[in-house]
């Protein structure tokens, strides 16, 4: 890709995309799957998908959104709308399947390829102990844990993604660390 | 806000590189066990799922994504399609019990009788009978919910309140 190329791909922004998109550009829906897979798929799989649920449930998320591009009115990022429908997705799955949350397996925190086992291995662990502590978690609080820490959102945002208050979302936020620290120290 | 409260709002800062830490916030860190801690569990939150999500490849996905689209889209039009023609046959029915064809049944389904009304109803009084509306009206479970509020119907004093007994 030329210089230009490249420049103009990172300027262009979620609402250019969208309105391409509803023209009938199909491949500026492909580049904000490319944008935002990654957040959503870390997202689902932090809350307790597994992997192969995860797969499903970011497609599933993108399909969604792309058909409900109507309900994104540009008022917040495209991407805490995708976490909105991605958390909505989570839980009617949850629900239909009535089981137990299922914890992030050990897959989900295999070493990748090049890493060294013996730095790596206390935050491995600390990873998985945040995973189960995690799972013991109400979903809102969980949810709102995931978005600050893992997602770096402000409350607001979260507020939008998980229709609460921006206060409410700090609350849960500091009941989720109080629990966390306990479980994972 | 406590040093410890100030420092948690910091370390969302720094974890995701948009600020440093600046020399009192280090030196608070390194004296404070509880802000460690707090601090070790933000650093395992941020790698959490990367490996799962390293698993999903978006150049692959976006192709599946349309063609997802796409199908949800013709089971839509079916459904329309199929709820269209249901709503045909329904008329044409309709049509063929007001037709000459369908004037046996008229006959053997007297008028007056459709029009003999409810006993029960007939009982009340109009009062009586808007608050019986007012029932159907209103959303499902909206008693149960109004019942027990959420941290998103407290004040901001009551969630500061909240925040304090967690900060200690």
Known sequence: ?185 | MSECGRLSDRMIEVLHLRSNWAAGEVTHLAGCPDCRAEWRVLEAARGLGAAVANRVDPERLGPRVLAGVAAARRRARWLRAGWLGGLAAAAAVTLLLWSPWGNRTRRTTPERELLVPLAELEGLTTQQLEGLLDQFAAPLGSAAASDAPGLGDLGDEELEQVLNTLEG
């Open chain 1, 1 to 185: 890709m030329s210089a230009p190329a490249a420049r103009s791909t990172v300027l262009t922004t979620d609402a250019d995309l969208v309105r391409r998109y509803r023209a009938g550009d199909e491949r500026s829906a492909t580049t904000l799957v490319t944008r935002h897979a990654n957040a959503i798929a870390r997202f689902l799989a932090g809350s307790g998908a597994s992997g192969d649920e995860v797969d499903d449930l970011v497609q599933e998320t993108f399909v969604r959104a792309f058909r409900a591009l109507d309900g994104w009115r540009g008022e917040a990022q495209f991407r805490t709308w995708l976490f909105s429908i991605a958390s909505n997705l989570r839980r009617d799955r949850y629900r239909r399947a009535a089981r137990g949350a299922q914890l992030v397996s050990l897959d989900g925190v295999d070493l990748e390829a090049g890493e060294d086992p013996a730095t790596t291995l206390d935050a491995r662990e600390a990873e998985l102990a945040l995973s189960r502590g995690l799972g013991t978690l109400p979903r809102l609080q969980r949810e709102v844990f995931l978005l600050r820490a893992q997602q770096g959102l402000e409350y607001s945002a979260i507020a939008v993604a998980l229709g609460t208050t921006p206060g409410a979302a700090r609350v849960h936020y500091h009941h989720a660390v109080k629990r966390l620290k306990e479980l994972v120290t």
